[in-house]
């Protein structure tokens, strides 16, 4: 079982910045996504990597603030997000798809495509 340990969360103001950090256990590498739920609210797609770094892609309410990006040495996957929003406050879940070909650049939007999820950290932006 593959473990997704994240890091990185807190409160900010809003036009600050975070990186969170999403490690996973073991050697494999995957392809890796970021999701997010707010309270009272479904959890949605952020941001995507491809399994080679290759693909990415980004829901249209973060494109242009936020960069993804993947330490295969570290088998670490980074979200950095600047100039943060009232509306980006949500627990941040990172997840991996295990089913990607090494030197795959597909990126996955939908959460029933990724197999592993970490437990979330939370982003709180203020007013």
């Known amino acids: 079982q593959v473990q997704l340990v994240e890091s990185g969360g807190g409160l900010v103001q809003a036009g600050g910045s975070l990186r969170l950090s999403c490690a996973a256990s073991?050697?494999?590498?995957?392809?890796m996504g970021w999701f997010r739920q707010a309270p009272g609210k479904e959890r949605e797609y952020v941001a995507g990597i491809s399994r080679s770094g290759g693909g990415i892609y980004y829901h249209d309410s973060v494109r242009g603030r936020f960069t993804i990006s993947r330490d295969s040495a570290k088998n670490t996957a980074y979200l950095q997000m600047n100039t943060l929003k009232p509306e980006d406050t949500a627990v941040y879940y990172c997840?991996?798809?295990?089913?990607?070909?090494?030197?795959?650049?597909?990126?996955?939007?939908?959460?029933?495509?990724?197999?592993?999820w970490g437990q979330g950290t939370q982003v709180t932006v203020s007013a």
């Open positions: 073991g050697r494999t590498s995957y392809a």
């Open positions: 997840a991996a798809d295990r089913h990607r070909p090494d030197h795959s650049d597909y990126v996955g939007v939908l959460a029933v495509q990724f197999d592993y």
